[in-house]
């Protein structure tokens, strides 16, 4: 699994018997804990589980919809279902995966901070999360949730009151995500290492700095939006429904310019993860450093303004639409940079294919893909033809599991002897990456074609010209949701039996590498100074990149 270090990489502290996993043992030292390492594995955990009951939910519905007719469930259960899977894969998982864990853990060690700005307030974010967690687990038992995770008016407003307990547990979820974003912004200003300037940041934290921006200014809107909703079904109050004098379109923009922003909430982070990866398993500079730093900020700020091509249909007019199609066509701009200078970072590198490397060139193809179907959809007369058809699912599972959810797993397996101080078995962690690929590929691929044909998406039943594709496509889910069954087995492998991870097992140059493996409780011994900005695999070394004070220096030398 290794990668020998050679000369390009810096030097790396070795592994600490006492780290952040050692310093406090028991129950009570995890639960409150104020260490952003330990809030970021908590979130990990967390995250994981809901990642797994999203999953089996999803098998389900596939198995459901293998065949004509009734299958497994009744029609109401499938409603049930589908509505369930896309809520908890988008507001337990997608959203808080990455910021919430792997940027907990990584962002105030790559700024040579020793915690997040505010501690404690890092610790609430987490349990409000738990809350909000338990709110919508209380949802799925007191009744039917059946709306879609949109939670579209006015159904929603007249379908039963579990509605209610569901839409609180995402506002409470809201807070978390506002709470955890302001962190991360005061810890990006306020507690940069010295030297670490704004054009020496990694790129891993430019990603999550500008997610944390849309976390900030968009998520206030869907907590109003959530919580007009709940009055309106609490109180009889006309805001959404038409029999009460409401307007189910005022919903629909509300929730849409909430939830476009939430698309780059999901997307940017799975960018930065990969910013991380190609840069070490390439032995290079990322290719044009500022274009890609200012091309998250810039998917940040045009993300708010495209919220009205989800509306095409909606009935809003032809000048809106033509304006709303416009900035669609204008958002590819920023992430064609990424993927350009993506592959210009891989143009004559040292390409080195370990599983982290494999998970990132998986979402170069599938995000590719994605993006380039996202323009169909942005064209008035295309979109027409294919809103609300599986097309449309294809797309968003393109760009949330073959982005998102690649990134994720791409930076699992980067980070993870970094987090464990664990090797994993790098052979079963390939078999794992390549059933997953293949299983996410038949699942979505056919779906296209069921899109482009008429067949319209969340339909119990269908007929019978597209069973060979929903045969296949629910095919595709078994083999990638056993993919992910192996891949749980790498994991767990690795924490009871895996090998003692070195110092830096890829040979990055990347800042996070600088400390000992696992990490330090307080992350540094001393306060680092920053010399030279990342990626520098030509002339960085531990010295360099992250060395202590004048003052501790010259101490150091003294004693020796």
Do not use: C
Request: no cysteine.
């Amino acid at each position: 699994m290794a990668v020998e270090a050679g000369t390009a990489a810096p030097a790396a502290v070795e592994n600490d018997e006492s780290n952040y996993l050692t310093a406090k043992s028991g129950l009570k030292s995890w639960a409150l804990t104020v260490d952003h390492k330990r809030i970021g594995v908590m979130y990990l955990v967390s995250v994981i589980v809901a990642m797994f009951l999203g999953g089996i939910m999803a098998l389900l519905v596939r198995a459901e919809l293998m065949f004509a007719g009734e299958t497994l469930m009744e029609a109401d259960t499938y409603n049930q279902l589908f509505t369930l899977h896309g809520a908890i894969m988008v507001f337990l998982f997608i959203i808080p995966s990455i910021p919430a864990a792997l940027g907990n853990f990584f962002l105030p060690i790559m700024l040579g901070a020793k915690d997040v700005a505010f501690p404690k307030l890092n610790l609430g974010s987490f349990y409000i999360y738990v809350i909000g967690t338990v709110f919508t687990l209380i949802a799925i038992v007191a009744g039917r949730i059946d709306t879609g995770w949109t939670f579209y008016t006015p159904y929603s407003s007249r379908a039963d009151n579990a509605v209610i307990w569901m839409t609180l547990g995402v506002f409470i979820l809201g807070f978390s995500s506002i709470l955890t974003g302001l962190n991360f912004i005061a810890t990006t200003h306020k507690m940069r290492a010295p030297g670490l300037s704004w054009t020496r940041l990694p790129l891993f934290v430019w990603g999550i700095y500008a997610t944390s921006v849309i976390q900030v200014l968009a998520t206030p809107v869907l907590a109003i939006t959530l919580l007009l909703l709940i009055m309106e079904k609490t109180l009889t109050i006309g805001i959404f429904d038409p029999a009460l004098g409401g307007d189910p379109v005022l919903f629909q923009h509300f929730f849409w310019f909430y939830s476009h922003p939430a698309v780059y909430i999901m997307i940017l982070p799975g960018m930065a993860v990969i910013n991380e990866v190609i840069a070490t398993f390439s032995r290079r500079k990322i290719f044009g450093y500022m274009f890609v730093a200012m091309s998250s900020v810039a998917l940040a700020l045009l993300g708010f303004l495209v919220w009205g091509h989800h509306m095409f249909t909606s009935g809003m007019s032809e000048y809106s639409t033509m304006i709303f199609s416009a900035l669609t066509f204008l958002v590819a701009i920023p992430s064609g940079v990424k993927v350009f200078n993506w592959v210009a970072t891989l143009y004559q590198g040292s390409i080195s294919f370990e599983t982290p490397m494999l998970y990132a060139i998986g979402f170069l193809i599938l995000f590719t893909i994605g993006g380039l179907t996202g323009l169909f959809l942005g064209i008035l007369s295309v979109d027409i033809h294919l809103h609300d058809t599986y097309f449309v699912v294809a797309h968003f599972h393109y760009v949330m599991v073959g982005g998102t959810v690649f990134g994720f797993l791409s930076g699992m397996h980067y980070w993870w002897p970094k987090m464990t101080g664990k090797l994993y078995n790098e052979g079963l962690a390939r078999v794992a990456f390549g059933l997953i690929f293949l299983g996410f590929n038949i699942t979505f691929l056919s779906q296209f074609i069921m899109g482009s044909q008429g067949m319209p998406r969340r339909y119990y039943d269908y007929l019978d010209q597209f069973q060979p594709l929903h045969m296949t496509s629910s095919g595709g889910a078994f083999v990638l949701g056993f993919g992910f069954l192996v891949l749980a087995v790498v994991f767990i492998q690795s924490m009871i039996s895996g090998a003692k991870a070195p110092a830096n097992p890829w040979g990055s140059a990347g800042f996070e590498w600088m400390t000992t493996t696992p990490p330090h409780a307080h992350n540094f011994e001393t306060t680092p100074v920053i010399t030279r900005g990342p990626y520098d695999y030509h002339l960085a070394s531990e010295e360099e990149l992250f060395d202590g004070f004048p003052e501790d220096r010259a101490a150091q030398g003294a004693k020796a």
